[in-house]
Nanobody
Framework: QLQLAESGGGTVQPGGSLRLSCEASGFSLGNYAIGWFRQAPGKEREVVSCISYSGGATKYADFVEGRFTISRDNAKNTVYLQMNALKSDDTAFYYC???????????????????WGQGTQVTVSS
C-alpha cells in the first residue's frame, strides 16, 4: 500500500529552522513528483514547494522568498523541506503529496497530487 509519512514538525521561535521529512513506503518515490503543502486554521490548503522525479527541477510559492529548500534522496525514499528564517505566518499543518507528473507550466497544482500523508504541525511562536 502506497503511504507517505511526514515528520520533523514542532514549535520554534521566529527566525528558527526546521527540516521536514516525507518518507514513502509501499512504492518507489523516484517515480513521482513530490509536493509540500500547508494549511493554516481557517484557510485553504496552499502549495509550498514541489520537486521533480530526479530533483532537477523545483518550484516554490512566492511567500517562500528563498527561505525554504526542497530536496530528495531517492535512495532513501525521502523528500525534505528545509525551512529557515521561519515566521509566525508559517504556522500551519504541513503535508507532503505525490503526483505522477511534474507540472512545468503551473505551480504544483493540488489536483495533480493523488497521494497524501497525514501531515505534521509546524508552529512558529515566541
Amino acid at each position: 500500500q502506497l503511504q507517505l509519512a511526514e515528520s520533523g514538525g514542532g514549535t520554534v521561535q521566529p527566525g528558527g529552522s526546521l527540516r521536514l521529512s516525507c518518507e514513502a513506503s509501499g512504492f518507489s518515490l523516484g517515480n513521482y513528483a513530490i509536493g509540500w503543502f500547508r494549511q493554516a486554521p481557517g484557510k485553504e490548503r496552499e502549495v509550498v514547494s514541489c520537486i521533480s522525479y530526479s530533483g532537477g527541477a523545483t518550484k516554490y510559492a512566492d511567500f517562500v522568498e528563498g527561505r525554504f529548500t526542497i530536496s530528495r534522496d531517492n535512495a532513501k525514499n525521502t523528500v525534505y523541506l528545509q525551512m529557515n528564517a521561519l515566521k509566525s505566518d508559517d504556522t500551519a499543518f504541513y503535508y507532503c503529496a505525490a503526483a505522477h507528473a511534474f507540472s512545468l507550466g503551473r505551480l504544483c497544482p493540488l489536483s495533480d497530487y493523488d497521494y497524501w500523508g497525514q501531515g505534521t504541525q509546524v508552529t512558529v511562536s515566541s
